[in-house]
Protein backbone atom coordinates (compact mmCIF):
# COMPACT_ATOMS: atom_id res chain seq x y z
CA UNK A 1 0.00 0.00 0.00
CA UNK A 2 1.16 3.59 -0.86
CA UNK A 3 0.35 4.54 2.92
CA UNK A 4 2.93 2.05 4.50
CA UNK A 5 5.91 2.37 1.45
CA UNK A 6 8.61 5.27 1.80
CA UNK A 7 12.29 5.65 1.79
CA UNK A 8 14.21 5.85 5.01
CA UNK A 9 15.30 9.27 4.49
CA UNK A 10 14.70 13.01 4.75
CA UNK A 11 15.12 15.76 1.84
CA UNK A 12 15.75 19.20 2.57
CA UNK A 13 16.18 21.92 0.07
CA UNK A 14 16.64 25.99 1.47
CA UNK A 15 18.14 29.13 0.57
CA UNK A 16 17.87 32.21 2.30
CA UNK A 17 19.57 35.59 2.18
CA UNK A 18 20.14 39.03 4.81
CA UNK A 19 21.11 42.50 4.66
CA UNK A 20 22.29 44.29 7.51
CA UNK A 21 22.18 48.11 7.32
CA UNK A 22 23.53 50.75 9.57
CA UNK A 23 23.14 54.42 8.27
CA UNK A 24 24.48 57.26 10.82
CA UNK A 25 21.73 59.71 11.56
CA UNK A 26 24.52 62.27 13.71
CA UNK A 27 26.97 61.81 15.71
CA UNK A 28 24.91 61.06 18.81
CA UNK A 29 21.72 58.76 16.39
CA UNK A 30 22.26 55.59 14.04
CA UNK A 31 19.21 53.51 12.54
CA UNK A 32 19.80 49.79 11.91
CA UNK A 33 17.91 48.05 9.31
CA UNK A 34 17.98 44.18 9.59
CA UNK A 35 16.27 41.91 6.46
CA UNK A 36 15.90 38.54 6.04
CA UNK A 37 14.05 36.07 3.82
CA UNK A 38 14.61 32.13 4.14
CA UNK A 39 12.41 29.65 2.06
CA UNK A 40 12.80 25.69 2.50
CA UNK A 41 11.01 22.00 1.37
CA UNK A 42 11.65 19.34 3.56
CA UNK A 43 10.62 16.00 2.44
CA UNK A 44 10.38 12.55 5.20
CA UNK A 45 8.63 9.60 6.15
CA UNK A 46 7.99 8.72 9.80
CA UNK A 47 7.25 5.56 11.52
CA UNK A 48 4.09 7.01 13.86
CA UNK A 49 4.06 3.74 15.95
CA UNK A 50 7.56 2.81 16.06
CA UNK A 51 6.76 -0.81 15.89
CA UNK A 52 7.82 -3.95 13.33
CA UNK A 53 4.28 -3.92 11.76
CA UNK A 54 3.93 -2.07 8.47
CA UNK A 55 0.96 0.24 9.80
CA UNK A 56 1.14 3.98 11.00
CA UNK A 57 3.48 5.48 8.67
CA UNK A 58 3.15 9.27 7.60
CA UNK A 59 4.60 10.58 4.05
CA UNK A 60 5.02 14.61 4.89
CA UNK A 61 5.74 17.51 3.37
CA UNK A 62 6.74 20.83 4.35
CA UNK A 63 6.55 23.87 2.11
CA UNK A 64 7.84 26.95 4.11
CA UNK A 65 8.99 30.68 3.90
CA UNK A 66 9.81 33.40 5.99
CA UNK A 67 10.35 37.25 6.14
CA UNK A 68 10.96 39.65 8.68
CA UNK A 69 11.89 43.34 8.91
CA UNK A 70 13.43 44.91 12.17
CA UNK A 71 14.17 48.56 12.49
CA UNK A 72 16.08 49.74 15.26
CA UNK A 73 16.84 53.69 16.07
CA UNK A 74 19.96 53.87 18.39
CA UNK A 75 20.30 56.99 20.74
CA UNK A 76 22.98 58.19 22.74
CA UNK A 77 21.68 60.84 24.78
CA UNK A 78 24.42 61.68 27.38
CA UNK A 79 27.43 60.27 28.57
CA UNK A 80 26.22 57.95 30.64
CA UNK A 81 23.04 56.86 28.77
CA UNK A 82 22.16 54.77 26.00
CA UNK A 83 18.67 54.03 24.27
CA UNK A 84 17.09 51.78 21.61
CA UNK A 85 13.74 51.88 20.24
CA UNK A 86 12.49 49.41 17.63
CA UNK A 87 10.17 47.64 15.80
CA UNK A 88 9.54 44.22 14.50
CA UNK A 89 7.23 42.34 11.75
CA UNK A 90 7.95 38.64 10.29
CA UNK A 91 5.37 36.39 8.03
CA UNK A 92 5.40 32.88 7.59
CA UNK A 93 3.40 31.07 5.18
CA UNK A 94 3.60 27.17 5.50
CA UNK A 95 2.11 24.69 3.44
CA UNK A 96 1.48 20.88 5.69
CA UNK A 97 1.50 17.96 2.71
CA UNK A 98 0.61 14.85 4.11
CA UNK A 99 -0.80 11.10 3.96
CA UNK A 100 -1.37 9.11 7.41
CA UNK A 101 -1.84 5.68 7.77
CA UNK A 102 -3.42 4.78 10.96
CA UNK A 103 -5.40 1.51 10.77
CA UNK A 104 -4.09 0.64 14.70
CA UNK A 105 -6.57 3.39 15.75
CA UNK A 106 -10.18 1.50 16.47
CA UNK A 107 -12.15 2.98 13.16
CA UNK A 108 -8.90 3.02 10.43
CA UNK A 109 -7.24 5.68 9.29
CA UNK A 110 -5.90 6.47 6.08
CA UNK A 111 -6.35 10.68 4.99
CA UNK A 112 -4.47 12.82 2.84
CA UNK A 113 -3.69 16.60 3.98
CA UNK A 114 -2.41 19.64 2.71
CA UNK A 115 -3.02 22.33 4.65
CA UNK A 116 -2.31 25.76 4.61
CA UNK A 117 -0.23 27.40 7.93
CA UNK A 118 -0.64 31.27 8.02
CA UNK A 119 1.71 32.98 11.00
CA UNK A 120 2.75 36.54 11.35
CA UNK A 121 4.38 38.59 14.24
CA UNK A 122 4.89 42.33 14.89
CA UNK A 123 6.78 43.59 17.94
CA UNK A 124 7.58 47.38 19.57
CA UNK A 125 10.57 47.51 21.86
CA UNK A 126 12.83 49.58 23.53
CA UNK A 127 16.07 49.51 26.11
CA UNK A 128 17.75 51.72 27.65
CA UNK A 129 20.67 51.84 29.90
CA UNK A 130 22.62 54.41 32.68
CA UNK A 131 25.55 54.13 33.91
CA UNK A 132 25.25 56.61 36.74
CA UNK A 133 28.76 55.83 37.78
CA UNK A 134 31.58 54.42 36.43
CA UNK A 135 31.38 50.70 37.91
CA UNK A 136 28.00 50.61 37.89
CA UNK A 137 25.35 50.03 34.97
CA UNK A 138 21.56 50.12 35.28
CA UNK A 139 19.67 48.19 32.27
CA UNK A 140 15.68 47.79 31.62
CA UNK A 141 13.98 47.22 28.50
CA UNK A 142 10.46 46.38 27.15
CA UNK A 143 8.93 44.68 24.38
CA UNK A 144 5.40 44.46 23.21
CA UNK A 145 4.70 41.17 20.73
CA UNK A 146 1.29 40.54 18.99
CA UNK A 147 0.81 37.19 16.82
CA UNK A 148 -1.38 35.77 14.87
CA UNK A 149 -1.85 31.97 13.38
CA UNK A 150 -4.24 30.09 11.25
CA UNK A 151 -4.67 26.37 10.28
CA UNK A 152 -6.73 25.38 7.87
CA UNK A 153 -7.16 21.50 7.44
CA UNK A 154 -7.82 19.36 4.64
CA UNK A 155 -9.24 15.61 5.16
CA UNK A 156 -9.03 13.38 1.80
CA UNK A 157 -9.24 10.22 1.11
CA UNK A 158 -5.86 9.28 -0.75
CA UNK A 159 -6.95 10.32 -4.13
CA UNK A 160 -6.71 13.89 -2.73
CA UNK A 161 -10.70 14.07 -3.81
CA UNK A 162 -12.88 12.70 -1.96
CA UNK A 163 -13.63 13.38 1.79
CA UNK A 164 -12.32 11.17 4.34
CA UNK A 165 -15.56 9.61 6.05
CA UNK A 166 -14.55 10.27 9.71
CA UNK A 167 -12.75 13.25 9.36
CA UNK A 168 -14.42 14.84 6.64
CA UNK A 169 -16.03 17.27 9.07
CA UNK A 170 -12.97 18.96 9.28
CA UNK A 171 -12.39 19.62 5.60
CA UNK A 172 -12.06 23.66 5.28
CA UNK A 173 -11.99 24.32 8.94
CA UNK A 174 -9.54 26.77 10.19
CA UNK A 175 -8.21 27.19 13.55
CA UNK A 176 -6.96 30.35 14.65
CA UNK A 177 -4.84 31.86 17.56
CA UNK A 178 -4.23 35.63 18.14
CA UNK A 179 -2.28 36.58 20.83
CA UNK A 180 -0.27 39.53 22.60
CA UNK A 181 2.41 39.80 25.51
CA UNK A 182 4.35 42.67 27.05
CA UNK A 183 7.66 41.13 28.14
CA UNK A 184 10.10 43.07 30.07
CA UNK A 185 13.74 42.81 31.56
CA UNK A 186 15.69 45.00 34.53
CA UNK A 187 19.54 44.58 35.30
CA UNK A 188 21.77 46.17 37.48
CA UNK A 189 25.91 45.36 37.87
CA UNK A 190 28.30 46.28 39.32
CA UNK A 191 32.20 45.63 38.17
CA UNK A 192 34.34 45.47 41.45
CA UNK A 193 37.44 45.24 39.09
CA UNK A 194 38.41 43.97 35.55
CA UNK A 195 37.72 40.33 36.90
CA UNK A 196 35.10 40.89 38.79
CA UNK A 197 31.51 41.57 37.86
CA UNK A 198 28.46 41.31 40.45
CA UNK A 199 25.02 41.50 39.09
CA UNK A 200 20.92 40.49 39.75
CA UNK A 201 18.76 40.46 36.57
CA UNK A 202 14.83 39.80 36.19
CA UNK A 203 12.68 39.46 33.02
CA UNK A 204 9.97 37.64 31.39
CA UNK A 205 9.30 35.85 27.50
CA UNK A 206 7.36 33.35 26.27
CA UNK A 207 6.68 30.74 23.74
CA UNK A 208 4.11 31.45 21.29
CA UNK A 209 0.86 29.78 20.86
CA UNK A 210 -0.67 28.32 18.50
CA UNK A 211 -3.25 25.68 16.73
CA UNK A 212 -3.39 21.77 17.70
CA UNK A 213 -2.60 19.77 14.01
CA UNK A 214 -4.05 16.85 14.58
CA UNK A 215 -7.40 17.32 15.53
CA UNK A 216 -10.31 14.61 15.18
CA UNK A 217 -13.60 16.83 14.70
CA UNK A 218 -14.09 20.78 14.31
CA UNK A 219 -14.63 21.56 18.22
CA UNK A 220 -10.60 20.57 18.59
CA UNK A 221 -9.61 22.67 15.70
CA UNK A 222 -8.89 25.50 18.37
CA UNK A 223 -5.63 27.93 19.66
CA UNK A 224 -3.81 27.20 22.80
CA UNK A 225 -2.24 29.68 24.91
CA UNK A 226 1.60 30.35 24.88
CA UNK A 227 3.95 29.68 27.31
CA UNK A 228 5.21 32.41 29.87
CA UNK A 229 8.42 32.44 31.25
Same mark, same amino acid.
Given at each position: ???????? &?????????????????? &?????????????????????? @????????????????????? &????????? @???????????????? *????????????????????????? @????????????????? *?? *???????? &???????????????????????? @??? *????????????????????????????????????????????????????????
Amino acid at each position: LVGTQGPD &ESTFEGWGIAANIDVDLS &EWAQLQSITAYREWNLDFFADD @DLSPASIGLGENRLDYWFWSQ &ELRLNLAVH @DTVDLTFGGYYSDTPT *TYFTFQDIRYAVIPLQFQGNDPVNA @DNWAIFGTGIWNPIDPL *TI *TAGLRYTE &EHKDYTFFRKQQDGITLNPFLGAL @DGV *TGVYDGSQLDYRLSVDYRFSPEVLAYVTTATGFKGGGIGPRPFNPAQARGFDPEEL
